[in-house]
């Protein structure tokens, strides 16, 4: 399975936002972001207005990072977002907010998604009573994920609630039982629920040349 190996942090500050790859460590003083907000490598510096295509190419790379897409991947869920009733940005969106990893992140159980990611394939999530261990299943509306580990790493995703709990909410397309490491989608995700601002319209754009 391809996956990015590389400093993630890097990536946050060629976008020129966090994107919350590592974490905790994105809200803290030791975030690289804060330190250094400049793009990685050698820059000469440039008043000089980025291009359209800059601009669209941007905000695809940002979107697929935050969910942890190869371009591969990521193209395979443009086409079947195209393929489907409805505004083509929008269901993009809706399937990548709907990820069995981001479920997992949004429910707040995952510090980063990445982790929500390592969760999946350790096999320790299970939909509608089915053990699940593909990170890019898209979960349907109406579908339960529990998570079923042992004590130790029970203790790890109930301390991640109480982390991310500080932090952040859980969104209101999901009903989570922490007592129990449940999350149910009671609701098809929209855009407004997507706390980073993306501009959908750009990637369609990209993809349709």
């Known amino acids: 399975m391809a996956r990015y190996l590389k400093a993630r942090c890097k990536l946050c500050r060629r976008e020129g936002m966090k994107l919350f790859l590592k974490g905790v460590r994105c809200v803290t003083e030791k975030c690289p972001f804060v330190k250094r907000p400049q793009p990685p490598g050698m820059h000469t510096r440039t008043s000089s207005k980025p291009s359209y295509y800059a601009l669209q190419l941007r905000e695809k790379q940002k979107v697929k990072r935050m969910y942890g897409a190869l371009e591969k991947q990521f193209k395979r869920f443009f086409r079947s977002a195209s393929k489907s009733k409805g505004v ?3 269901m993009l969106l809706q399937l990548l907010e709907r990820r069995l990893d981001n479920v ?23 939909i509608n009573g089915r053990r699940a261990n593909i990170p890019s299943y898209i979960v349907k509306e109406g579908q ?7 004590d130790t790493t029970k203790k790890v995703i109930k301390e991640n ?31 407004e629920d997507i706390s980073i601002p993306v501009n959908e319209q750009f990637i369609v754009e990209l993809y349709s040349k």
């Open 104 to 126: 997992i992140y949004r429910s707040l159980f995952a510090l980063s998604r990445s982790q929500a990611r390592q969760f999946v394939r350790h096999g320790f999530v299970f």
């Open 161 to 191: 609630i109480e982390i991310n709990s500080k932090e952040r909410s859980v969104v209101s397309w999901l009903e989570v039982d922490n007592a129990n490491l449940k999350a149910r989608i009671v609701r098809v995700p929209e855009k």
């Open 144 to 150: 339960t994920i529990d998570l079923r580990a042992k």
């Open 88 to 90: 083509t940005g929008r």
